[in-house]
């Protein structure tokens, strides 16, 4: 069993910055997907970005040049920067794995085996 621990959220302003960090337990984490969902009140969960093993990254349009996903597998930890924050990113940020699935996949919340708690991240204007 595979436990993702989020951290890293918090409140800035319009064009501030945060980074997000996921931590997962086990050995195997070289091989997973990381992905980074977030979901609004009110709305439903949406993909964010994924990184694979080969450390191919994928965005939602919404976030392309903002944020940038990254990995380091000595410490079991995916990384997600966001700068030029915008109210509208304003959700809960949840990390999930996947050893399993496929890349016509990665933006479908369904696939992923693995889920953290979820960090808040709030913007205000």
């Known amino acids: 069993q595979v436990q993702l621990v989020e951290s890293g959220g918090g409140s800035v302003q319009t064009g501030g910055s945060l980074r997000l960090s996921c931590t997962a337990s086990?050995?195997?984490?070289?091989?997973?997907?990381m992905a980074w969902f977030r979901q609004a009140p009110g709305k439903e969960r949406e993909f964010v970005t994924a990184?694979?093993?080969?450390?191919?990254?994928y965005y939602t349009d919404s976030v392309k040049g903002r944020f940038t996903i990254s990995r380091d597998n000595a410490k079991n930890t995916v990384y997600m920067e966001m700068n030029n924050l915008k109210p509208e990113d304003s959700a809960i940020y949840y990390c999930?794995?996947?050893?399993?699935?496929?890349?016509?996949?990665?933006?479908?919340?369904?696939?992923?085996?693995?889920w953290g708690q979820g960090t808040q991240v709030t913007v205000s204007s």
């Open positions: 086990g050995s195997t984490f070289s091989r997973y997907v």
């Open positions: 990184i694979n093993r080969s450390r191919n990254t």
């Open positions: 999930a794995g996947s050893s399993t699935i496929i890349l016509s996949s990665y933006r479908m919340g369904s696939a992923y085996a693995y």
